[in-house]
């Protein structure tokens, strides 16, 4: 048996102004879950602590909370990994959500931006045209299987450090599903999908990889390259500044092995956006004379570096497109 002090988030906003913190010390085994140890510190302690769960086995996606730090799901994190040397473990509802009361958070932002994806099959054909179900091959299948795993917990939301500065962006796990969407065969909604996440700023995406950090392995980070990569592909919006700003880096890199970032603004503005590229002229005077001034003013023309030839093998190798 352990001493377990859960040092936990109190806040009601029914009641409340600004939150505090209960310490609750509870014995029990260190190798329970700290949804275990919640659950215990409620039933026999403090009946009025508040948080979400149902299924304690990693599936439901509702025990998602901070911990010591960092965002997982409660019923899938042991005591005895996360505890500190005196049993202490810090419970912390999930950062990027406004808190309910204690551990319990609006979940809102985050169901609307699944919502606006239309996160069902609109297929090409009718239900009639099928004897029995619309069927896929395994190969096509195994590019769904992942993503399906996806629980909606909202940990990889929680992590996204753009959520946190722009509550616009879709987040990692809606860009996920859409991409469950476009890459499934039956569906026929694949490039008015694309442009829906793009509009919901699929390019702001920083690819941190915060969000890999998922507990079903969902891993998003790499399934916003898909649906980037898609976008490309399908030249589905070629004219937004996302899709231009990304060819255009990837072909200077390919040009020069480093960023022109001349170049990348004006083919992010667009060349003959004129009024575009005024703005950011005089937005960008007061930055590009700070720059000037501290020697960082990049080049108006860069040389290949010396071993371009090994940055244009990668670049083929990944069959990164470039325009
Ligand atoms: S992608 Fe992973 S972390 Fe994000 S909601 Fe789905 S299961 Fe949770
Ligand atoms: S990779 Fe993109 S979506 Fe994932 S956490 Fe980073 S910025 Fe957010
Ligand atoms: S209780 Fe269902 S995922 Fe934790």
Redesign the pocket.
């Known amino acids: 048996m352990a001493n377990i002090k859960l040092d936990i988030f109190r806040f009601d906003e029914a009641t409340d102004t600004i939150p505090h913190r209960d310490v609750v010390e509870v014995d029990i085994p260190e190798t329970i879950t700290v949804l275990d140890a919640l659950e215990h510190a409620k039933a026999e302690v403090d009946g009025s602590i508040s948080f979400r769960r149902s299924c304690r086995s990693a599936i439901c996606g509702s025990c998602s909370m901070n911990i010591n730090g960092v965002t997982s799901l409660a019923c899938k994190t042991n005591c005895k990994d996360v505890m500190d040397e005196d049993g202490s473990i810090q419970v912390d509802p999930m950062p990027n959500f406004q808190p309910m009361k204690d551990l319990v958070v609006h979940m809102d932002p985050f169901w609307d931006k699944y919502a606006r994806l239309k996160p069902y099959l609109q297929p090409k054909d009718k239900d009639s045209d099928h004897e029995r179900e619309r069927r896929v091959s395994p190969d096509d299948m195994k590019k769904l299987v992942d993503v399906a795993n996806c629980i909606m917990c909202a940990t990889?939301y929680a992590?996204?450090?753009?959520?946190s500065v722009d509550p616009a962006f879709a987040?990692?796990a809606a860009i996920a599903y859409a991409y469950r969407f476009i890459e499934d065969v039956r569906d026929s909604k694949r490039d008015e999908r694309i442009a829906q996440i793009s509009e919901d700023y699929l390019w702001l995406?920083?690819?941190?990889?915060?969000?890999s950090y998922c507990p079903k392995h969902v891993d998003?980070?790499w399934r916003?390259v898909d649906v980037k990569r898609a976008a490309i592909k399908d030249r589905v919006l070629m004219n937004e500044r996302g899709p231009r700003h990304a060819l255009v880096v990837a072909k200077t890199i390919k040009q020069t092995g480093m960023l022109a970032e001349t170049e990348v603004i004006q083919g992010t503005i667009g060349r003959f956006n004129i009024k575009g590229l005024v703005k950011i002229t005089f937005l960008g005077a007061a930055l590009g004379m700070r720059m000037a001034l501290k020697g960082k003013m990049p080049p108006p023309f860069i040389k290949p570096i010396p071993k371009v030839d090994e940055v244009r093998t990668i670049f083929e190798s990944l069959e990164v497109p470039v325009s």
Do not use: T
């Open positions: 990889c992590l996204c450090p753009v959520v987040g990692p995406c920083a690819h941190c990889y915060a969000c998003p980070n916003i």
